[in-house]
C-alpha cells in the first residue's frame, strides 16, 4: 500500500474508534453499537479493492480488540473485519466511484449482518455466548439498522477522501517538474549542439572563403 493510503485510513480508523468508543458506546441504544470502525472499512475497501480492504480491516479489527473496555479475546474482530473488508473489496465500483446509493447501502447491510453473524460464530467457537442471552436476532436487526442510518454521513464522505489521497498529487507534481526539467535539459542540449554545429558550419564556410580569396590572388598574381 502506498504511503498516503496508510496514513489517511491509519488516521481515519483511530477517529473512527475513539467516536465508537467514547461517543456511540455511551448512548446505550437499544441492542446492538452502531459500529463507525465497520463503516470506515468498507468506504476504504470500496475504493481500494479487496487486498486494501482486507489490509485495513485487520488493522482495525486488531485496534478495536485491544482499545478499553474491550471484553473478548484479542484478535477475534480483526478476523472478522478482515473477512469483511476483503468481501467489500471485491464489489469495488470502477474508478472507487458510487454509481447508485442503493448499491452501497446494500453492502453495508450485508457487512453488518455478516459481521454480526461472524463474530457470534467465531465466540461460539471460543466458548462466549453472550450472543444467545442479548439475543441474536435483535443484534441482526439493530446492527443492520444503526449502520444503514450511519453509512450516508460517513461512507461517501470517506471514500470520496480516499480517492483524492489516492491521486497523490505529490507525486504527479513531482513528476511534471521531472518532465519540464528534462524537456529543458534536452532543448537546451540541442541548442548547445546546434550552437556547435553552427560553429563548425561558421569555420567551414571561413575556411572556404579564405581558399577562394588565396586562389584569387594567386591568380591575380600569374596574370600580372
Known sequence: MRFNRILLSSTLVVVALVLQVSVLARLHLPGAVPDLVLLTVLA????????????????????????????????RYALVLCVIGYLAGLVKPENGRLKSATGTMAVVVAAAIGSTLLY???????????????????????????????????????????????NDPLDAGASARATDISSGWLSGTGLRIGGQRGGLGGLK?????ARVTRAGRIKGVKRL
Open 44 to 75: 476504504f475497501a470500496l475504493v481500494y479493492g479487496h487486498v486494501g480492504g482486507a489490509l485495513i480491516g485487520f488493522g482495525a479489527g486488531l485496534l478495536a480488540d485491544l482499545a478499553p473496555p474491550a471484553d473478548h479475546a484479542a484478535g
Open 120 to 166: 457470534a460464530g467465531v465466540g461460539a467457537l471460543v466458548g462466549d455466548t453472550a450472543a444467545r442471552h442479548v439475543g441474536l436476532s435483535g443484534l441482526l436487526f439493530t446492527a443492520a439498522l444503526y449502520d444503514l442510518l450511519l453509512a450516508p454521513f460517513v461512507v461517501p464522505g470517506l471514500m470520496a477522501l480516499a480517492r483524492r489521497a489516492d
Open 205 to 209: 564556410v571561413k575556411a572556404a572563403r
